[in-house]
Antibody, heavy 121, light 117 residues
Framework: EVQLVESGGGLVQPGGSLRLSCAGTGFTFSLYWMNWVRQVPGKGLEWVANIKQDGSEKYYVDSVKGRFTISRDNAKNSLYLQMNSLRAEDTAVYYC??????????????WGKGTTVTVSS | DIVLTQSPDSLSVSLGERATITCKSSQSLLYSSNNKNYLAWYRQKPGQPPQLLISWASMRTSLRESGVPDRFSGSGSGTDFTLTISSLQAEDVAVYYCQQYYDTPLTFGGGTRVEIK
């Protein structure tokens, strides 16, 4: 069964850091672009970042540039999101999502259940 | 950035009736070299992650892949797109999102909440 499982969420103070992880199983992880998408409870979806199959290309939404870093370890079938200088507005459920793109990112066909990040003092 | 505007914000439909959601893009999502529209639709049921329904504006995700019923269909081209549920079922109570992948940053529409009348 194709599956993505996120971990690493929690409560952190403003200005703090957190590292999210996403483990992929049931598919060849290294063949896919991977994404992080977040959702404030009760609100819409916001794409955060993505990374190419070999990690050579990474893209971010403007609001997290310079603060968040996406990375992957294909040997461990894992995706990561290092979040620094966290703000209250980063509070959300963070989803890991597999992308069906090849040379470029496309749409997301497999999603994890999400991990909750709360930024509050 | 490409802005996607969905309408309506919410929709109340009787069981068995048709539901129609529109998504308007701030620029064309039609890539001329391959004549494909770079737009997807998702359904997010309460308490669940989003589920891919439609890619390339009109290509339904195969039953083999994720069990998307054939009552869902997508249409449109360029800047105007539509998701239609031909006969609303109880399990279709959800929020529906469009997403463009024509350009980075990838962007989503604001969502349309579908309820049972």
């Amino acid at each position: 069964e194709v599956q993505l499982v996120e971990s690493g969420g929690g409560l952190v103070q403003p200005g703090g850091s957190l590292r999210l992880s996403c483990a992929g199983t049931g598919f060849t992880f290294s063949l896919y672009w991977m994404n992080w998408v977040r959702q404030v409870p009760g609100k819409g979806l916001e794409w955060v970042a993505n990374i190419k199959q070999d990690g050579s290309e990474k893209y971010y939404v403007d609001s997290v540039k310079g603060r968040f870093t996406i990375s992957r370890d294909n040997a461990k079938n894992s995706l990561y999101l290092q979040m620094n200088s966290l703000r209250a507005e980063d509070t959300a459920v963070y989803y890991c999502a597999r992308d069906r793109g090849g040379a470029d990112p496309y749409y997301m066909d497999v999603w994890g259940k999400g991990t909750t990040v709360t930024v509050s003092s | 950035d490409i802005v996607l505007t969905q309408s309506p914000d919410s929709l109340s439909v009787s069981l068995g009736e048709r539901a129609t959601i529109t998504c308007k893009s701030s620029q064309s999502l039609l890539y001329s070299s391959n004549n494909k529209n770079y737009l997807a639709w998702y359904r997010q049921k309460p308490g669940q992650p989003p589920q891919l329904l439609i890619s390339w504006a009109s290509m339904r995700t195969s039953l083999r892949e994720s069990g998307v019923p054939d009552r869902f269909s997508g249409s449109g081209s360029g800047t105007d797109f539509t998701l239609t549920i031909s006969s609303l079922q109880a399990e279709d109570v959800a929020v529906y999102y469009c997403q463009q992948y024509y350009d980075t940053p990838l962007t989503f529409g604001g969502g349309t909440r579908v309820e049972i009348k």
